[in-house]
């Protein structure tokens, strides 16, 4: 069995910054790829960024130049750095994690963090 865990959301005013952390923990043989995801109010969930174990990344283009997204291999955890927030980026945000078990592939979801940007 595996857990993702997230932490680091929060009340941030617009221009600020946050960063998100998600820590895999479980009887993990590998993690393939990381990614953060976020929903709305009232809209779908979208990728918001990834990462692969050999350190690939790509970003939603409303998000690029403002947040990175990385990884700790050793410590099985995926980081969001966010900045330059804006109102528009007010989301659940949750990470995702396709984790190899001795019992074959796990496609995992952490609880979800709130984050919220105000004007």
């Known amino acids: 069995q595996v857990q993702l865990v997230e932490s680091g959301g929060g009340l941030v005013q617009a221009g600020g910054s946050l960063r998100l952390s998600c820590a895999a923990s479980?009887?993990?043989?590998?993690?393939?790829?990381m990614g953060w995801y976020r929903q709305a109010p009232g809209k779908q969930r979208e990728l918001v960024a990834r990462?692969?174990?050999?350190?690939?990344?790509n970003y939603a283009d409303s998000v690029k130049g403002r947040f990175t997204i990385s990884r700790d291999n050793a410590k099985n955890t995926v980081y969001l750095q966010m900045s330059s927030l804006k109102p528009e980026d007010t989301a659940v945000y949750s990470c995702?994690?396709?984790?190899?078990?001795?019992?074959?592939?796990?496609?995992?979801w952490g609880q979800g963090t709130q984050v919220t940007v105000s004007s």
């Open positions: 995702n994690a396709r984790i190899y078990t001795l019992y074959g592939p796990n496609d995992s």
């Open positions: 479980g009887s993990i043989f590998s993690i393939n790829v």
């Open positions: 990462i692969t174990s050999d350190g690939n990344t």
